[in-house]
């Protein structure tokens, strides 16, 4: 039996890009918080708004009808003074003031950042939540958003495989992944596309313009690529679609940027239930004198990483999804 830590009163914010399942994640930190007769309080728009006090008292209730809902009740933003050291001052006290003891914060990379750097000055008890549509935290398999997000993408991947296939025509569909590839590889290979150029593989315009003509051989009279923003293979997808335009005739291009209707939605069944896992935790940890850690999922339990692991730790791309990739696309 391990001792329980008293905790009065615990502090939660969303921080950085919006994810879906972020109000999940929300839900279950507020409602085991209760469980457990402590206070939740709700922080409005991330550290920002730590630092502003911008703070309410919250319930079971406060939380109802939330857990289908895209983005975060709570609101987020990005904080430039809690990058320095006299706003992260300023927030410590506003947690003093309204007699805090611990504080979750969900978001990426970034937020455990900041939540990391907080807890070695003030030694104030912070236990992060990985959301972040990118999944590209390390030290869990999944974040909050990933498989929302993907989901989001295949299905607008198979609407536009049916215009191209209609003209004729070859799609370069832009997504989210400005250092990870894992959103292009996971709902390129779910969407069959011909080609996933990601930043992890630098594969060259040469074997792009291989690939399609061995596409075109083989009978295929529309071709989907999946380019995540990030990839180095050209300047950026427009430049992409100029240059196969150039050296292959016989091809009419178009570009998809899907933006950020990606973050947006409900969120599946995978993320709330993963939301709902990962927040239980979040506060359960707390409870037992875990003070700077982030929750994650590894083989199916519910693990804790410290922050300078997840921070520093580097995420690998599937490298089995690569060569199922190439297979599929014959």
């Known amino acids: 039996m391990y001792v329980k830590k008293v905790f009065n009163k615990i502090g939660l914010l969303t921080s950085g890009g919006d994810a879906p399942g972020m109000n999940a994640a929300i839900r279950s930190v507020v409602r085991t918080c209760v469980f457990h007769n402590i206070i939740p309080v709700g922080i409005s728009k991330g550290y920002d708004g730590l630092i502003k006090g911008k703070m309410t008292e919250m319930d079971a209730r406060s939380v109802k009808g939330i857990i289908n809902k895209g983005g975060t009740i709570l609101k987020t933003a990005r904080s430039k003074d809690f990058r320095k050291k006299s706003g992260r001052k300023k927030a410590f006290e506003s947690l003093k003031d309204n007699n805090l003891d611990g504080l979750i914060v969900i978001g990426g990379d970034g937020t455990f950042t900041g939540g990391l750097i907080f807890n070695e000055e003030f030694d104030f008890p912070v236990i992060g939540v990985p959301a972040t549509i990118d999944n590209d935290i390390f030290g869990t398999s999944h974040t909050i958003g990933f498989d929302s997000a993907t989901n989001t993408v295949v299905e607008a991947i198979d609407k536009i495989r049916d215009t191209a296939s209609s003209h004729n025509r070859l799609f370069f569909i832009e997504v989210m992944g400005r250092d990870a590839g894992h959103i292009a590889l996971n709902s390129g290979v779910a969407a069959g596309a011909e080609e996933i150029l990601i930043p992890e593989e630098n594969l ?5 313009i291989q690939s399609l003509k061995r596409s075109e051989k083989t009978g295929k009279s ?8 990030g990839d180095k293979t050209g300047e950026n997808v427009f430049q992409l679609k100029e240059y196969v335009e150039k050296h292959l005739s016989d091809y009419e291009a178009r570009v998809a940027v899907l933006g950020h209707m ?5 969120p599946t069944c995978f993320d709330r239930v993963l939301a ?3 927040g239980v935790k979040a506060v359960e ?5 875990e003070g700077c850690s982030m929750v994650g999922l590894n083989n199916k339990d519910i693990t804790l ?5 997840a921070i520093k730790g580097i995420t690998k791309i599937n490298t089995e999804l690569l060569k199922v990739s190439d297979i599929m696309s014959i």
Request: proline share 3%; no cysteine; net charge positive.
């Open 262 to 266: 990606q973050r947006g939605g409900a």
């Open 204 to 208: 060259g315009l040469d074997r792009l």
């Open 285 to 289: 940890s707390m409870m037992e004198g």
């Open 222 to 229: 529309s071709s989907i690529v999946v380019v995540a923003e």
């Open 276 to 278: 709902s896992r990962l």
């Open 305 to 309: 990483t410290p922050f300078k692991n």
